[in-house]
């Protein structure tokens, strides 16, 4: 089974930006789609990012609606990591995110396209 570990959580005020990094313990999962997720306090998993790698070097990707426009994903199959790259973070954004990987190689687009994921890294937005 794959490893999946974060890092970049931390806490940050309101308006700054943090950058999330999953390294992926197997070479072979570099090929499937991959994502973010979070859990807010008291709240359900929520979607956040998924992103496939296409060709030789693209990549298509989903954000959901309430990070769109602020957060980035992008992904570096070398490194067998992914990357979310959050900007403008407001106090809601403060939960636990967590890097998945998807079934297969299709574009995650829900919470049900994940099938595993990592320990989570804590992000807190202070107002």
């Known amino acids: 089974q794959v490893q999946l570990a974060e890092s970049g959580g931390g806490l940050v005020q309101a308006g700054g930006s943090l950058r999330l990094s999953c390294a992926a313990s197997?070479?072979?999962?570099?090929?499937?789609?991959m994502g973010w997720f979070r859990q807010r306090p008291g709240k359900d998993q929520e979607f956040v990012a998924g992103?496939?790698?296409?060709?030789?070097?693209?990549?298509?990707?989903h954000l959901a609606d309430s990070v769109k426009g602020r957060f980035t994903i992008s992904r570096d199959n070398a490194k067998n990591s992914v990357y979310l790259q959050m900007n403008s973070l407001k106090p809601e954004d403060t939960a636990v995110y967590y890097c998945?990987?998807?079934?297969?190689?299709?574009?995650?687009?829900?919470?049900?396209?994940?099938?595993?994921w990592g320990q989570g890294t804590q992000v807190t937005v202070s107002a």
């Open positions: 998945a990987v998807a079934n297969g190689l299709e574009l995650p687009l829900s919470m049900s396209d994940f099938r595993s």
């Open positions: 992103i496939r790698h296409i060709g030789w070097n693209g990549a298509d990707t």
């Open positions: 197997e070479r072979t999962f570099s090929s499937y789609g």
